[in-house]
């Protein structure tokens, strides 16, 4: 039996004080530990104002941030519609770091504190210190250290080289981006004391820079026996480890014209992209956690009575505002909701653990009707990504409450053909197809560094490999290949293979483009 205040309420008007916040908090934590079962980093919880909310909302979600225009562009943008009363800003906001740190909106109602409380620092914070792509490709315990560092990095060298120096290399970097992660080998552990060795290092000796040592050596003959220029393509490949598919790496630790310092400002671009991709891969799954969480706790505290009647239909309300997912014709149709869609999937895995259909028993026969609810979402929620939870959850059940079916929108075509409807084979290739669009590796461009030949012409030759004849927009591809041009120092090339067939669907490179 939980233990009760006075009255028997956590709370009972909708102002909050920090007693009722810990009153709260206790209450929640109980129920998360004690009868979900959720492990969890240890808590700091912050209260910020509207305009501390807008400002996390325009460096991208980080206590500690360096400054850049586009940050101060972005938060002027939020702050008008925020202000013109278009759009809302978030309850809460939450950082993947060890202690879990939690910033909660002075605005809000207590209702709504106890609420996003349940929301971010137990359902966000379980999924964080759980998931494998969390706990293989991030740092939970350095990061705040290392975003201090960044900060302070990037304040020294514009003091030192100047603000348009600065940013002229970090507006490089993040057009890059979404092109600086590792997907396929697990980058380095960060180590904060190794982090401020070597920038200290760099900042001391940045004059000497290997990129003269290039500049001496000979260029070597462009007439070379055709058997004897394909070894040594094959040994510089070797040498360089390509092909690579993380080219901010291959700009930070490859590029001629770089200094010690435009390499550290490569790295720590790089290293934010490389937190950030898991978040990329589950949104569905952490959104959806929070939510079922959150859902659990204050149904769980109201039937203790330790919440009100007036409270539990605020909290009711908010929640279902969350998971609303519009009709496809609706004006305000965003696509498939990822929390709306995530919480679905999990009550549904409550429902087939707990009361199973026959059709349950023939789709999930690992765990339908073990009872066991809770140990299944767990073991879900650590052990998979968007596109793995879905292939392996997605009942049809879900797929009949949310109508889903698949379409086949060939371009040699004149029509729009349905392919899937809801019967056996439909619901396994509508779920595949699902699964699919939320693979993030295969929706983004495939671009990787094929060549350079440091000794020769030094131009840098990248390959896109083209899937389902989708290409890149020529407008965009053209803007950042120019500001990789800027990193490496030398002309680059892109040439889009087709990765079926392995045939040249297109090249074009910064010096045709300069022409």
Known sequence: MARRTTSGLLFQGSDWNFATLS????????????????????????????????????????????????????????EHHYRKGHRGLA??????????????????????????????????NHFFKNNYLFRQWTDAGAILSYMDFAKKYVTKCEE???????????????????????????PPRLSSEKVRERARERLEYEEQTYSDLWRTLPQVAES????????????????????????????????????????????????????????????????GCATFVHYTIINRLYDQGRIGEGHMLELLQSHS???????????????????????????????IATEPTEEDRDWFPSFAGNGDWMETLRDAWANHRDESFILQYLSPAVMRKFRLFQLSDRSSDRFVEVASIHNERGYSAVRSALANSYDVAANQPDIQVMDVDLLGDRQLRLQHNVKHGILLDEGSRDATMRHIRHLWGYEVSLAGVDAQSGRTVYECSTAKSSE
Not at 106 to 115: F, I
Not at 227 to 243: F, G, H, T
Not at 326 to 348: E, S
Request: charged residues 25%; negative net charge.
């Open 224 to 287: 070379r026996d055709p058997a004897e220029a394909e070894r040594d393509a094959s040994e510089r490949k070797k040498v360089l480890n390509l092909p690579e598919e993380n080219l901010l790496y291959f700009l930070e630790k490859h590029s001629l014209i770089l200094e010690p310092w435009q390499r550290e400002l490569l790295r720590i671009v790089r290293v934010i992209a490389q937190y950030f991709s898991p978040q990329r891969q589950t949104k569905v799954m952490n959104e």
């Open 91 to 124: 309850y809460e906001l939450v950082i993947n770091s060890n202690p879990c740190i939690t910033y909660l909106m002075e605005e809000n109602t207590m209702a709504m504190q106890a609420l996003v409380t349940a929301h971010a620092a137990f359902g966000h």
């Open 160 to 186: 030192r080289h100047g603000t348009a120096a600065v940013e002229a290399i970090l507006d490089s970097a993040h057009a890059l981006m979404d092109q600086g992660v590792f997907r396929y080998r697990r």
């Open 321 to 351: 505002n969350v998971v609303f997912q519009p009709d496809f014709n609706d004006r305000r149709y965003p696509g498939i909701n990822p929390y709306a869609l995530g919480f679905a999937m999990m009550q549904d895995i409550q429902r």
């Open 23 to 78: 009153r709260a908090y206790d209450a929640i934590e109980q129920v998360a530990l004690e009868e979900m079962g959720l492990s969890v980093y240890p808590n700091q919880l912050e209260i910020i104002t509207s305009e501390q909310m807008l400002d996390a909302y325009s460096s991208v979600g980080m206590p500690l941030m360096y400054q850049h225009w586009s940050f101060g562009k972005r938060f002027a943008y939020e």
